[in-house]
């Protein structure tokens, strides 16, 4: 996740991962994504005692992101909250693409909560097991593609977003090969962070 989100910092901006004490290493549905939110929360005394001048919780729920910004003192960034504003920027039309299903009833109250539930169509899913289909990245791409493909001929959507941090390797490679803007989370975040931060670019 560092190595995918250094390059879009500034050189002289230091990042630094943290991994949650607890949880599933991917959140597949609503339960893991309650779980994920409690360990997020639990990072939160070690954050504020390392003096972190802004944070980003690198998964696409947003799990705990709230909750956070109240414990902390620095600016916090989610990976939906970024990529939906990148994505809905104008009020244009967009959706979310990802392998996970069981999240598709939060990703949707996720676009609401902020705001682009009129410019949101909603969440389209890979069939298969979401796992499996992650470990396979020539799968997972080639999946994804032809989702991405198949939903913005009927969509009409003018962006797309890949929703996960680990989906971030096929997002950069399905860049310019779907006829609609492909948004990954992981750079948004990074950008909007930055801009938090009042950092040049």
């Known amino acids: ?21 607890f949880g599933s290493p991917l959140i597949l549905d609503p339960a893991a994504l309650d779980t994920a939110s409690r360990a997020v929360l639990a990072l939160a005394p070690g954050l504020r005692r390392a003096g972190c001048e802004g944070v980003v919780v690198a998964a696409f729920g947003d799990p705990a992101l709230d909750e956070l910004r109240i414990s902390l003192d620095c600016p916090v960034t989610g990976l939906a909250e970024a990529a939906m504003a990148r994505a809905a920027l104008g009020g244009q039309r967009f959706c979310v693409v990802t392998t996970t ?23 389209f899913c890979t069939t298969g097991d979401p796992v499996a289909l992650m470990r396979d990245a020539p799968r997972l791409e080639d999946a994804l593609y032809r989702l991405c493909e198949t939903v913005a001929a009927r969509e009409q959507v003018k962006a797309i977003v890949i929703g996960g941090g680990p989906l971030a390797g096929a997002a950069r490679a399905l860049a310019g090969r779907v006829p609609a803007l492909l948004v990954e989370p992981i750079r948004e975040a990074m950008l909007m962070a930055v801009a938090r931060l009042a950092v040049p670019a």
């Open 101 to 123: 299903p069981g999240l598709a009833t939060a990703i949707a109250a996720a676009a609401d909560r902020y705001g682009h539930g009129s410019a949101f169509a909603g969440t």
């Open 1 to 21: 996740m560092l190595s995918i989100a250094r390059p879009y910092l500034p050189a002289d901006v230091l990042l630094e991962g943290v991994t949650a004490p």
